[in-house]
Every structure is written in structure tokens, then in C-alpha cells.
RNA sequence: GCGGAAGUGGCGAAACUGGCAUACGCGCCAGGUUUAGGUCCUGGUGCCUUCGGGCGUGCGGGUUCGAGUCCCGCCUUCCGCACCA
């Protein structure tokens, strides 16, 4: 074999990186582009070190994506960025005694170079840093006009607290009870916090998923639906003896009412406190109160654990019986949702007569719907007629209710409401490396802002701070920087020591990308209305509720603020699949880590990324120890050595040359378009396979080297082949004769004539079984499909003496022939 | 417990509106060319078979001329939520 003749990818990869660096194909932002815009958006990494295999998948089918629409035509923005402030960083620099900012800085410039080799479609020119103070300025000033709207305000209150990580977590952060990051178990602390008001927008959170319907897996939207949890029902006031005001209940089974033989409010709730105070049950209650405080989230989640609580020696005036029923506190009911008080309906709710059973309280059957849930200890909560309640006596559920609502409102007892799962969003951390929150505490004004024109409010430099988590920021301690001036009265003041969870900058980072390094505005509207909203998003599922559901509710604040166009931030969502080892998540502790670098220097960056490509359906893992990069290497070589084997002419006429691989070449291209488009990226490989098995077969053995078809199907297939591995491509390309670079080659015009097949096989079945195959015209007529099917010496064979019952004839493709 | 998705060769996986099940690849087997080779090329590869054929898409039913695909009931696996009144 002659050196010409081998396929070294190190050499191909190096000659090619610089050609590209100084041609720089994917470049989006020249003013004068005249092809139509599309936004093509990977979710930014976080520089917690190199690559890895994750991002080695996420990366090889965004390109795909990015790519492709590059072939067809578009003016593409790709662009990457670093979300670069958060947790890793501070930990890291604590261990090294180095920096954050030094750390993540590191990390970054590693990342984006292997990027680089990695061969990513990227628009080198959009670059963005979170952690840069001309990025995290802005997210200062969205902070501060939703606080001017009322969206951030703080407030006291039971929060989730990480005693790892030391700092305060979003519901959304925590996952089972225990902290999304590092899996330590959550436990609950009093105390002020900032937070953003997500619930303002539940119902068009969820209401505006109808614009996303079949452009995002409908798992993610399930799960929105679900963590938004919405619900209906109604608020229904109670009076408390020797208390003035009625405390309200939420239930979404008012028609129940009659049913309600006891009331419970949650044990860690004020109302819970202020009802104990000065009654029997007091000192029974705060010993009660205490055990239930040092229950673990972990426990709490336990639903088959025993039920608890205390009888407050007090008790609740049922509003449409009158009846008095005894007031207890639980830890059952959740204090912040709700009223964290509710009537409790034992007949028809399990939680309730769980209770009731413990604590061997009255249950009273309202609905007939089977069993005695007394006699079975299981709740009925399907409908059926009512019973013992009144007015509502021989209704169903849904009439009970709405008379039920009638009745509650025309005393000004009640009123139809609807609640949500969905929590306001805590945004307020207790760590260094984060955006500043641009708030100021004075003493005699209260929450002052921080003047638009002072911001960005930087960072202190992490020298001679203690980053050490112990609870607190440790910005409070950076005396110098925390003290200022009030901007109102000018007296002392101290500056918010907190910062932002880092979910706030990428809640909006896509718009930056429109110009990152604009110092005048977060975005410019104009710009932002040519490009946005993202055509395609692809990401890991990861962030199904977190990121998307926070990204989407930033966008909506934006689209009041009259800042956007649109209510949705992402058109369409891939979600891929994550990349394992035998079948688990890779890790150092379980001995199957795959090391990216390794896999690159191994088998080559176009063999991995097209073994990440071609492995199964994209939103599917991909376990490392069933693929074969190796095989893809492989693969690549044959498809490589094509291009040397072509004889004819650049500019040939292809129109002259074998009609066959003509077909196959323009058959492939089609087919490998719609698989693309459609994320079926490994058919569209399996697709170009073939092609090269084709072509190679007519070199070697059909129309030989020099048909103008070789040519034409050969740099078919350089060109597809570009979208997964660039390198091999871009040889090919030049090999075949022409000028880089093949990613702006343009995807070959699929000719429809050559899609039409001249003979199809038709299959004959008798009974539903294949008998017999002919080679017939596409455009048989039905009459003489059934004439030649009939005339087929298998299918008389088959048939016997039985006779022909029905014919079955669906041309050009099949026929069936029932027989007696 | 509630909600959702998925079960196809030894393996990763294909199959558009019901119409040739297993494309493409990995692995394996045989042969060939080189031979230092893990290179390259060709062919084979669902199961059973008395070589006629029979059986095959988790299991059991159903609809249909025809079901991997549609309907009903199970089983298994994975994911999400988890005392949300």
C-alpha cells in the first residue's frame, strides 16, 4: 500500500484545524449574509474540567444538527459560552488554596481548545463567561427590575438548607430530600431569603406548553405539567372557638364538606403555634413540634410511615353542619401549601383516615362508593352518589361541587380556588463565587437597590477571604467591600451578602449570544428579534424542570417588560441520552471511567463522534462497552479511500453516468435528509453505509472508477459524511479536488426522477403467508397484478383445490390471496 | 402509591399512514490476499427441521385478508413525582 493510500486521521486532523481557524466556516455574524437565519443552541458547560464523554455526545449531535442546516443553506448561529460561576469552583479552590476565578478560568481555556480539535461547528467570535462581570452585571439588572415589577422580593421562611454545601437550595434543587449536587440530605431552616415570583406565571407556564406541543419530547413537558401541579378546588373558611378571625382550608373536594369530622393544621406552621399557645395541649405540642423538626426530609417522604400528631384541646365550626370537630396538628400537612391548615374527610381521603385510625377519630361516609372505608381501611375517592350531607344528598361529585360552591358563597363562607405545587423560586446562596445580589441593608431605609449606574457590582477578589462554607457568605466578611454608603440617606450601610443561584444566568444566557460583549444593554431587541427565539435546543433531561422551566419563566418577564417578541424561549428540544460503561453512569469510584482524551487519541475525533452519532436513537444512552469505535474507524477508511479511486474530472456531468448508483446516490441523500431532520441521525449514517458499500461494489465491479456517477455519489458522501466527521470529509473533499471547505459544500438537489424506482418487488402471500416474489412496474394496474399473482406456480401450488375466496391486491406491492 | 416510557437476533439497533420482520453496524464462522500483524477483500450468520416446510418482535386474548405497529388484560425494566389536601 502506498502512503496515499492510508487513512491517518492524525495527519488529516492536523493539516485540517489550521485551514479551518483561519477559513472560520461557521462565522454568523457578518451584516450582509444573505442566507435565511437559524439558531442552533447546545446547552453551555460547566468548566468543572476537560471534556468528558457526555459532553463528547452532546456536542457530536448538536454539530450534526448545526451542520446539516449550514448544508442546506442557512446562516446558522452556534454558538458556545461557559457557565462558569457555581459551587465546583469554590470547593476546588478551597482544596487548592487557589482561586475560583484561576480555576475556572483554567478550566475554561482547556475546555474551548479541546473544543477546537473536537471539531465543534462553534461561532468562535460569540463567546460568553457567566463569571465575567460584563456578563453578571446584566443578571444585576434583571434582578433589579423585577424587583421594581414585585417579582423579587424576600421573605421569611422554612427553607431547604444543604448542610454540604452549606447554603440554601430552590425546591427544584432538591431532589428526594436530598441536595441535587451532592446528595446529602436536606434538612429545613428558618430563615430571610431572596426569591423570585415564578408563581405569578404558573398558569402561563403551563398554559403556553401548547405552543411546544410535539416540538419538545413530551416527557419534558409532562414533567413541567406535573412539578407546576395545578389543582382546583375551593377555599372554605372555618371558625375556630375563641379565636377571631376563621382560618381558612384548601381542598379540591368541597363536596366532601359534610364529611369533615376533624381538622388538622400543620405542626410547623405559625397557626399551628398560635393555636397550642395557652391550652392543655401546649406543652404536649412544643415536645411535639421538637421531634418533628429533627426529622429528616428523607423520613418525611416516607408515606408509609406511621401518622402523628397532637389534639389541640380546641376545635373548628364546621360552616354548612355547624358541627364542632376537634383541631389537631400534624406533620402530615405541609405548611407552605395551601393554608397548611386543612378539614380532614376521612371517608374519602387515605391520609385522613390513616389518621383517624391512629388517633381513633369519628369517619363519616358522604360518597357511597363500595366498601365502608372503616371496615377496609381504604379511602374511597371515586364519585358516586352523596349521602349525609344535606343539601347535596343524592348528587354526584361534579353537581355536589358546584352546589356546594353556590351554597359556600352565598354565606361568604367559600370560593372556588385553584392552587399550585410550583414554589416561588429561592434565588439567595450563602457562597463567594456567584453574582452579587445589588441590594443594600441600611439601617434607616431598608432594601435600598443598588443605582443602575453603579453596577456591575463586582466580586471581591477571593484573596484573603475564607471561602470555607460555615452558613453565612462569605462576602459578609469582606468588610471593606460590604460597607458602603446608603445610596438613599449616604449613612452606613452594608451591601446584600449573598449571591444569585447560578441557574439566574442561564435562565437568559441564549439572548447574550446575540452580541456577548455588548456593553450598552443585555441585549440588543433588534438583534435579538432577528436571531431568537432558539430554533433548536439540545441538552441533556437533566434540566427538564430546573433550567427549561426557569429559562421559560425569565423569558415571559421579558416579554412584559416589552424586551422580546415571543413567550418562548426554545422552539424545539432534543434531549440527548447520557454515555455509560456497562450499563451505569460512569464515575472514578465505580472503576469505569472512559477517559475522552484517550478515545480521541485512539480511534481519532471522527470515529468517536460518529460512534456517538450512530449508536441508537439520540435521547438513548449510549454504553461505551456495545459500540465500536474501532468499527467506525474502519468505516471511515473505506468511505476515505473512495475519494482516491475517482477518475473523472471535477465539473464532470453526472447526468451521463450509471443510472444505478445514480439512484442509489440520490436515494441515500433523500433518505439521509429526512432522517436528519427528523433526529433519526443513526439511520441517516446507516444510510451513507450503504452508499459506500454501493459505490465501492461499482468501482471495483459495476460501472468502474471513472463513471461521472462514482464522482457524484462519492462526493455525496463526503458531504453527509461532513456533518459527523468533518476531518475524514474535508480529505475527501480534497482529495476529489476541490477547495475547503466541504461544510459550505452545500447539500446536493435530490433529483425526483431519480427516486423513482423502475421495478418494484411485489410480495404474494396466500393466507397471509409469502409465497412467491415478483418483479413488476411501479404503476402495475390492480387487474394485472392479480393476473400475474394468480398465473404464479407457488401460489397454485399453495392453493390446491381449496379455490380463491377474496383477493386482496394493494399495487405495486403486495397481494393477498384468501384461499376457502 | 400516582404518572409516564419502553420490551425486536449473541449485542447496538432498523421497519413511512397496519402490508417482504431483523436495514446498517458490532461480534462470530468460513474462504481469499498479504503475512509480523489486531490490515484488507469475499461469502455466511433468528430458531427448529424428517429439507416439504414449520415457528418467530415480553406473555395471554381480540380486531383484520393481513399486526412489531391498533384494542383489552397481564409480566418485566427504566424514568419522573412522592403525605400537594
Redesign the pocket.
Known amino acids: 500500500m502506498t502512503d496515499d493510500a492510508r487513512y491517518d486521521i492524525t495527519a488529516i486532523q492536523e493539516r485540517w484545524l489550521p485551514v479551518w481557524d483561519e477559513l472560520a466556516p461557521f462565522r454568523s455574524g457578518r451584516p450582509d449574509d444573505p442566507r435565511p437565519k437559524k439558531y442552533v443552541l447546545d446547552m453551555f458547560p460547566y468548566p468543572s474540567g476537560d471534556l468528558h464523554m457526555g459532553h463528547a455526545e452532546a456536542y457530536a449531535l448538536g454539530d450534526v444538527i448545526a451542520r446539516y442546516w449550514v448544508q442546506r443553506g442557512f446562516n446558522v448561529m452556534h454558538p458556545i459560552g461557559w457557565d462558569a460561576f457555581g459551587l465546583p469552583a469554590e470547593n476546588a479552590a478551597i482544596k487548592r488554596g487557589e482561586s475560583p476565578a484561576l480555576w475556572t478560568y483554567d478550566n475554561i481555556a482547556q475546555q474551548k481548545s479541546s473544543m477546537r480539535r473536537y471539531a465543534c461547528s462553534f461561532d468562535w467570535d460569540r463567546v460568553l463567561n457567566t463569571c465575567d462581570p460584563e456578563y453578571y452585571k446584566w443578571n444585576q439588572w434583571f434582578f433589579l427590575q423585577m424587583y421594581e415589577r414585585g417579582l423579587a422580593y424576600r421573605k421569611d421562611s422554612n427553607v431547604n438548607w444543604c448542610p454540604e454545601c452549606q447554603t440554601v437550595l430552590a ?1 427544584e434543587q432538591v ?2 430530600g436530598l441536595c441535587e449536587r451532592c446528595d446529602t440530605q436536606v434538612t429545613k431552616k428558618k430563615l430571610t431569603q431572596w426569591y423570585l415570583r415564578i408563581t405569578d406565571y404558573a398558569d402561563r407556564l403551563l398554559d403556553d406548553m401548547a405552543q411546544l406541543e410535539g416540538q419538545w419530547p ?2 419534558v413537558l ?2 413541567q405539567r ?2 407546576i ?1 395545578r ?1 382546583t ?1 375551593a377555599e372554605v373558611e372555618f371558625v375556630i372557638e375563641g379565636r377571631d378571625a376563621p382560618v381558612t ?5 368541597p363536596d366532601t364538606l359534610y364529611g369533615a369530622t376533624f381538622f388538622v393544621v ?1 405542626a410547623d406552621s405559625d397557626l399551628a403555634m398560635e393555636l397550642a399557645m395557652g391550652t392543655p395541649a401546649e406543652a404536649e405540642f412544643l415536645a411535639y413540634l421538637d421531634t418533628v423538626k429533627q426529622t429528616s426530609e428523607m423520613d ?4 408509609s ?1 406511621d ?1 402523628t400528631g397532637v389534639f389541640l384541646q380546641r376545635y373548628a365550626i364546621n360552616p354548612v353542619n355547624g358541627e364542632r370537630i376537634p383541631v389537631w396538628a400534624s ?5 407552605d ?7 380532614a ?1 376521612p371517608a374519602h ?1 387515605q ?2 383516615l ?1 389518621f383517624a385510625r391512629t388517633f381513633d377519630l369519628p369517619v363519616r361516609v358522604v360518597v357511597e362508593a363500595g366498601e365502608d372505608p372503616l371496615v377496609s381501611g381504604i379511602a374511597t375517592a371515586d364519585d358516586g352518589p352523596h349521602v349525609n350531607s344535606g343539601p347535596l344528598d343524592g348528587l354526584d361529585k361534579a353537581a355536589a361541587i358546584a352546589r356546594i360552591l353556590e351554597v359556600l358563597q352565598e354565606r361568604g363562607t367559600g370560593r372556588p380556588s385553584v ?1 399550585y ?1 410550583l414554589r416561588d423560586w429561592l434565588i439567595s446562596r450563602q457562597r463567594y463565587w456567584g453574582t452579587p445580589i445589588p441590594i443594600i441593608h441600611c439601617p434607616a431605609c431598608g432594601e435600598v437597590p443598588v443605582p443602575l449606574d453603579q453596577l456591575p457590582v463586582e466580586l471581591p477578589p477571593a484573596e484573603g477571604l475564607d471561602l470555607k462554607p460555615k452558613g453565612a457568605s462569605p462576602l459578609g466578611a469582606a468588610v471593606a467591600w460590604a460597607s458602603v454608603p446608603c445610596p438613599t440617606c449616604g449613612g452606613p450601610a452594608t451591601r446584600d451578602p449573598d449571591t444569585m443561584d447560578t441557574f439566574v444566568d442561564s435562565s437568559w444566557y441564549y439572548l447574550r449570544y446575540v452580541d456577548p460583549h455588548d456593553a450598552t444593554t443585555a441585549f440588543d431587541p433588534a438583534k435579538v428579534r432577528e436571531w431568537l427565539p432558539v430554533d433548536q435546543y439540545v441538552g441533556g ?1 437533566t434540566h ?2 430546573l433550567h427549561l422551566l426557569y429559562s421559560r419563566f425569565f423569558t415571559k418577564v421579558l416579554y412584559d417588560m416589552g424586551l422580546v417578541d415571543f413567550t418562548e424561549p426554545f422552539t424545539r428540544l432534543l434531549n440527548q441520552g447520557m454515555v455509560v460503561m456497562n450499563g451505569s453512569a460512569m464515575s472514578k469510584s465505580r472503576g469505569n471511567l472512559v477517559r475522552l482524551s484517550d478515545e480521541l487519541s485512539e480511534h481519532g475525533v471522527d470515529a468517536v463522534r460518529l460512534t456517538m452519532v ?4 439520540p435521547e ?4 461505551w462497552a ?3 469505535p ?3 474507524h ?2 471511515l ?2 468511505a476515505w479511500r473512495l475519494s482516491g479511486d475517482v477518475t473523472s474530472p471535477v465539473g464532470v456531468d453526472p447526468r451521463t453516468g450509471d443510472h444505478a448508483l445514480r439512484q442509489a446516490t440520490h436515494r441515500a441523500l433523500h433518505d439521509a435528509s429526512l ?1 436528519v431532520e427528523t433526529f ?1 441521525f ?2 441517516a ?2 444510510r451513507i ?2 452508499l459506500v ?1 454501493v459505490t ?2 461499482a468501482i ?1 465491479s459495476g460501472c468502474g472508477p471513472a463513471d461521472p456517477a462514482v464522482r457524484e455519489a462519492v462526493e455525496a458522501i463526503a458531504i453527509m459524511l461532513s456533518l459527523s466527521a468533518p476531518y475524514t470529509a474535508e480529505d475527501m473533499w480534497s482529495r476529489l479536488g476541490h477547495q475547503p471547505s466541504v461544510a459550505l459544500a452545500g447539500w446536493p438537489e435530490v433529483d425526483p426522477a431519480l427516486l423513482v424506482q423502475d421495478t418494484v ?1 411485489c ?1 404474494v ?1 396466500v ?4 409465497k412467491d ?1 415478483l418483479d413488476v412496474s411501479p404503476d402495475i394496474s390492480e387487474d394485472a397484478l392479480r393476473e400475474l399473482a394468480l398465473a404464479s406456480d407457488a401460489v397454485v401450488r399453495a392453493i390446491g383445490d381449496a379455490g380463491v375466496k ?1 383477493v ?1 391486491v ?1 399495487p405495486p ?2 397481494v ?1 390471496i ?1 384461499p376457502n
Not at 406533620?331 to 405548611?335: E, G, I, M
Not at 401549601?337 to 378539614?343: C, E, H
Not at 393466507?767 to 409469502?770: L, Q, W
Request: charged letters at 30%; proline letters at 1%.
Open positions: 425546591n431532589v428526594a413530551e416527557k409532562l414533567m406535573n412539578w401541579g389543582s378546588g382550608v384548601y381542598t379540591t373536594r400543620a418525611r417522604l416516607d408515606n410511615r401518622k406533620d402530615y400537612v405541609l405548611a401549601y395551601g393554608t397548611g391548615a386543612i378539614m374527610v381521603d391520609r385522613d390513616d392552587n405545587r433531561v427538564a424542570i450512530f449508536a441508537g436513537p438513548d444512552d449510549v454504553d456495545d459500540v465500536s474501532a468499527g467506525s474502519k468505516f477508511a473505506r432522517a433519526r443513526n439511520v449514517v446507516a453505509m450503504e458499500n465501492r461494489k471495483d418487488t410480495v402471500q393466507a397471509g403467508k409469502v416474489r377474496v386482496i394493494r406491492k403486495l393477498n384468501v
